[in-house]
C-alpha cells in the first residue's frame, strides 16, 4: 500500500493522464449533494477540512499543513478545534475507498478547492504529490507539536495576526481568506457558536465583507460565548469577534472594503491566498513526492 503513497503525482505530472485528476474531481462534485446535511450540501465542511488540515502549518519550526493528513490520528482528530471534521473525511470515504492510490492528503485539499468551485467560487492552484503518514506511530514520530494553532473564534486582531502570521500571511491575505465564512455555519455542538454569515450559505461570493460594513451588528442575548447577530432578509445572520476585528482593525477595514467592492477581486486574491495554503509545508522533491520530515531534521531548521 505505501508503494501506491502518491502515486497521484506521476501519474498526474503527465497531462496525459490529467483525466484521472477530472475523474476525482467529478467524484467530489457528484458528493456535495447531502439532503438532509446542514443546507444540503457537504461543500462547506469539506472546505472546512481543507483550511484545519494546512492551517497548522508553522513557517518557523517548519511542521505542520496538510501533507501527511495528520488528522486522521489522535491529538488532531480529537483536538476540539477539528470538532465536526469527521463529517467531511466521511462524506469522502466512498472516493478513498475506490481510488486506493490517491493520498488522504491530496483528497482533503483537492476536495476544498473542488467544493469552492462548485459553489460558485474561482478556480484554485491544486497539485497533486502529498503522502500520508502510515500509522499514528508515524505521524507522531514526523508530526511534532503542531496543536493549539488554529484561531478562537473569541478573541481579536492581535490573535488573527499571530495565527496567520505563523503561516506567512499578510493583512491582506488574511482578509482574503476571511472570505471563506460566506460558506456554512456555527454548530453548537462543534464550536459552541451558532448560524450562519450570509443568507446562502452554499455559494461563494463577497457577501460577506458587504454584510461586515453595514452597521446591523448587535451581541446576542443568548447563554452561549459571545457573538454578533443580525437579521437580513428574514434570515438571522451571525458574526464571530474574529470577524468583526476585520472591520474594527483599520488595516484590515481596508481590505474588507475592497473585496465588498469588487467581487473579481476578492475571487482572484482568495484563489491565491488558498492556494497557498494548501502548499504549506509540502516540500516535494525532484520527482514532485512531498516528504515526511523527521522531527529530529525539523529541529534543526531555524
Ligand atoms: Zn472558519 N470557522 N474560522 N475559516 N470556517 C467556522 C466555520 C467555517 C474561524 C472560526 O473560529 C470558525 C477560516 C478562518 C477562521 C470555514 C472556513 C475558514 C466555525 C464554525 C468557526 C468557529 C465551526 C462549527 O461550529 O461548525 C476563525 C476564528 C477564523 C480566523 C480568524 C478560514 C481562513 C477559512 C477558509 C479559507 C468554513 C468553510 C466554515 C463552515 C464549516 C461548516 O461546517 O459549515
Redesign the pocket.
Known amino acids: 500500500e505505501g508503494d501506491f503513497n502518491g502515486r497521484f503525482n506521476l501519474f498526474l505530472s503527465s497531462a496525459a493522464n490529467r483525466p484521472l485528476q477530472e475523474g476525482i474531481r467529478e467524484e467530489v462534485k457528484k458528493i456535495l449533494k447531502q439532503p438532509g446535511y446542514?443546507?444540503g450540501s457537504a461543500?462547506?465542511?469539506?472546505?472546512?477540512l481543507?483550511?484545519?488540515a494546512s492551517?497548522n502549518f508553522s513557517l518557523v519550526e517548519h511542521n505542520g499543513g496538510s501533507n501527511g493528513a495528520g488528522m486522521r490520528f489522535p491529538p488532531e482528530s480529537v483536538d476540539p478545534?477539528n470538532?465536526?471534521?469527521h463529517?467531511?473525511i466521511s462524506f469522502l470515504m466512498p472516493i478513498q475507498a475506490a481510488n486506493p492510490w490517491l493520498s488522504h492528503a491530496d483528497l482533503w485539499t483537492l476536495a476544498?478547492i473542488t467544493a469552492i468551485e462548485a459553489m460558485g467560487g474561482p478556480k484554485i492552484p491544486w497539485e497533486p504529490g502529498r503522502t500520508d503518514y502510515e500509522s499514528e506511530q508515524a505521524a507522531s514520530e514526523h508530526r511534532g507539536n503542531v496543536g493549539d494553532r488554529?484561531?478562537?473564534?473569541?478573541?481579536g486582531a492581535d490573535?488573527?495576526r499571530e495565527?496567520?502570521g505563523r503561516m506567512g500571511y499578510s493583512d491582506q491575505e488574511?482578509v482574503a481568506?476571511?472570505?471563506?465564512?460566506?460558506?456554512?455555519?456555527?454548530?453548537?455542538?462543534?464550536?459552541?457558536?451558532?448560524g450562519?454569515w450570509v443568507v446562502n450559505?452554499i455559494r461563494f461570493s463577497n457577501q460577506y465583507y458587504k454584510l461586515l460594513l453595514r452597521p446591523i451588528w448587535k451581541p446576542r442575548e443568548w447563554d452561549g460565548p459571545f457573538q454578533y447577530e443580525a437579521t437580513v432578509a428574514g434570515t438571522k445572520l451571525m458574526m464571530?469577534?474574529?470577524?468583526m476585528?476585520l472591520v474594527e482593525d483599520p488595516k484590515f477595514k481596508v481590505w474588507v472594503e475592497k473585496y465588498a467592492a469588487d467581487q473579481d477581486l476578492f475571487f482572484k486574491d482568495?484563489s491565491m491566498?488558498?492556494g497557498k495554503?494548501i502548499e504549506l509545508g509540502v516540500d516535494r522533491d525532484d520527482t514532485g513526492f512531498a516528504k515526511l520530515v523527521k522531527k529530529s531534521a525539523q529541529e534543526g531548521k531555524p
Open positions: 446542514d443546507d461543500g462547506p465542511v469539506l472546505v472546512r481543507a483550511w484545519h492551517g478545534a470538532a465536526g471534521l463529517h467531511a476544498g488554529l484561531p478562537d473564534g473569541a478573541l490573535h488573527i495565527v496567520f488574511i481568506l476571511s472570505g471563506a465564512h460566506a460558506l456554512g455555519r456555527c454548530h453548537t455542538d462543534r464550536s459552541g457558536f451558532d450562519q450559505p464571530l469577534p474574529t470577524d476585528a482568495f491566498a488558498f495554503l
